[in-house]
Nanobody, 119 residues
């Protein structure tokens, strides 16, 4: 079982930056894949990026590649999503999620954090 708590959302102007945090608690992080998603009003949940806990290797969706960066702090059991050059269309609720398999559905979800980008 993994418990996830996101933080760091807020209001920012277009072109600005935010860093989201996902603090995780679990018996073991062996094999854990941490992902970030977002959901805008009236839209489906969108995958953004994921990071493999064991080696920190990231993968990004094309929609955010080059603007968003994943990192993790093993000592704090926290994954970060640095978001730069934000756009109005990045406005959404952002969620982190976890799974214990290399592939497959994410089984554990945080409560989400709101990101609003103003023009």
């Amino acid at each position: 079982q993994v418990q996830l708590v996101e933080s760091g959302g807020g209001l920012v102007q277009a072109g600005g930056s935010l860093r989201l945090s996902c603090a995780a608690s679990a018996r073991s992080f062996s094999g854990v894949i941490m992902g970030w998603f977002r959901q805008a009003p009236g839209k489906e949940r969108q995958f953004l990026a994921r990071i493999r806990w064991s080696d920190g290797s990231p993968y990004y969706d094309d929609s955010v590649n080059g603007r968003f960066t994943l990192s993790r702090d093993n000592a704090k059991n926290t994954v970060y999503l640095q978001m730069n050059r934000l756009k109005v269309e990045d406005t959404a609720v952002y969620y982190c999620a976890a799974r214990y398999r290399e592939y497959g559905p994410y089984m554990h979800w945080g409560q989400g954090t709101q990101v609003t980008v103003s023009s």
